[in-house]
């Protein structure tokens, strides 16, 4: 059987699968991005073999799964590389360009869930001060601290993801919003709330805003930077990229070691202190925008083992025992 590009059919069958996946299925840039890279991984082993992913045999994807595990990749980047080539080969076998999936019998080693990363109310707060201490190449008289600890109070205030932080519109925060309509994974929009600590750093960081507006750039009207966070930067607006190296940067004049933090942990901290704080579990799932609820219950994890640890070591009786132990 014969698909698309005969004679180039491995490339030309995942642009196929990835025009699907962001037709059909809404997904992400971010994650049709990944996928990309995941079969084009998949297809330089494959040809390191004499193949494509055209004409792989099951023993082909046997060794492509073993080879992800002894790259020392890390198990939730080999588990996304095993999903995308899973689910790559079950869209060309329902095309009809494959009359087998070579990938269906082969077992991939078991993963356990690792639990989130969490800052504590405290390292957070230690966090946001240093952020809006700093100052240097990304702004003059303190413009740079105020826009960094304005987004990691936006960070940790609503849950964002980093594309969505690094996404918000200037017109989406100008009215001083009590909170933000959000379009997340497969574009489903939800509402993300804003609290007075984050909202009081988005009013201060927009009296400095036009300082980072690329030159020539009008500041209003036809024209202007869209961006609530502009950059003189190709794309017009801060990368994800540079946030995180800002961020790492911060935590290292919090004290904090920069390897426990990064965007995704101000989300894990906002779900799992909301936890702490008795929020219902389902209101944090509808928070962060999850489909699955067992996405959102692993936080349920990290907040009952950080609750076990204060009851330890502040409980009259445990202190007690510790002590006559």
Known sequence: MSGPGDGHRGPAWAEAFLEMMSVERAAARNTLTAYARDLADAAGFLAGRGGDLSSAA???IEAYFTDLGVRGLSPATASRRRAAVRQFYRFVLGEGWRADDPSRRVEAPKKGRSLPKVLSRAEVDRLIAAAAARDGQDGADGAGGLRLACMVELAYASGLRISE??????????RDPAYLIVKGKGGKERLAPL???????VKA????????LP?????TGLGANPWLFPSRGKGGRLTP???AQLLDEAAADAGIDPARVSPHVLRHAFATHLLEGGADLRVVQTLLGHADIGTTQIYTHVASDR???????KHPLARKRAKEA
Do not use: I, Q
Not at 195 to 201: F, Q
Not at 205 to 212: C, I, K, S
């Open 215 to 219: 030159k020539g750039d009008p500041k």
């Open 58 to 60: 099951a023993g082909d």
């Open 195 to 201: 609290n007075a600590a984050a909202r009081a750093a």
């Open 241 to 243: 990229r540079r946030f």
């Open 307 to 313: 609750l076990a640890e204060v009851v330890a070591s």
């Open 165 to 174: 932080l690094t996404s918000l519109t200037l017109a989406a925060l100008a």
């Open 205 to 212: 960081y927009l009296e400095v805003r036009p300082g980072f």
